[in-house]
Structures are given as C-alpha cells and as structure tokens.
C-alpha cells in the first residue's frame, strides 16, 4: 500500500504563493492517479486537484482553476501543488491521496491512506 507524506505548508500574506509536495512510497506510484484535497477548521475535506497517472490530464474545483496547478514526477514519486494568489479562504490542512482514476480522485472513492497532511495559512 502506499504511503504519502505531505509538506512545503507555511503561513503566507493574502496574494502569496506556495509550492506543497508530496512524496509516495513504494514502486507503483506511476500506477496511481493522485490528488490533493484540503480540510479547515469545521468543514469537511475537499478535493481540490487531480492529476492522472501519466501526468496528461489534470482536474481542478472551481475554487482552485486558474491559480493552482497540479504537477507529478513520477521518477521522483512526488506529486506537486502549486498555489498562487492564496487567499484567506484557501487556509486548510492540504493532504494528497491515491486512487485508481483521476476521477475517482474528484469523486473521493476509492482512495488510499492518509498522510498527516501540511498547513496552509493564509493572513490578510
């Protein structure tokens, strides 16, 4: 089973940028479609991007379209988000899953473990 391990979270001014990474164990990761989702306080957890196994095909929430881009490196078994133009809204723990298709990514089945996730905090 695969493991993930999330980091690169931080406190940043509204308007500010990041770049979360997440790194898989294991050999298989290019077998897998990966996603980044995010909880705050009193809500539940979100998707926010997926990508697909070979990279080609990417999915956002609205919330996230046009100022975060998913990206893998599949010879490195990391999975990237970068976040751009953050805003108060967008502060949340971030986490990254597995699953078998991109869109069971977006639809939040038949995902894999659980990593300890990183905090994002955005100030205004």
């Known amino acids: 089973q695969v493991q993930v391990a999330e980091s690169g979270g931080g406190l940043v001014q509204a308007g500010g940028s990041l770049r979360l990474s997440c790194v898989a164990s294991?050999?298989?990761?290019?077998?897998?479609?990966m996603g980044w989702f995010r909880q705050a306080p009193g809500k539940e957890r979100e998707f926010v991007a997926g990508?697909?196994?070979?990279?080609?095909?990417?999915i956002y929430a609205d919330s996230a379209k046009g100022r975060f881009t998913i990206s893998r490196d599949n010879a490195k078994n990391t999975v990237y988000l970068q976040m751009n133009s953050l805003k108060p809204e967008d502060t949340a723990a971030y986490y990254c899953?597995?699953?078998?298709?991109?869109?069971?990514?977006?639809?939040?089945?038949?995902?894999?473990?659980w990593g300890q996730g990183t905090q994002v905090t955005v100030s205004s």
């Open positions: 990508i697909s196994r070979g990279g080609t095909l990417t």
């Open positions: 899953n597995t699953g078998p298709v991109v869109e069971s990514i977006k639809r939040g089945s038949s995902l894999g473990v």
């Open positions: 294991g050999r298989t990761f290019s077998s897998y479609a």
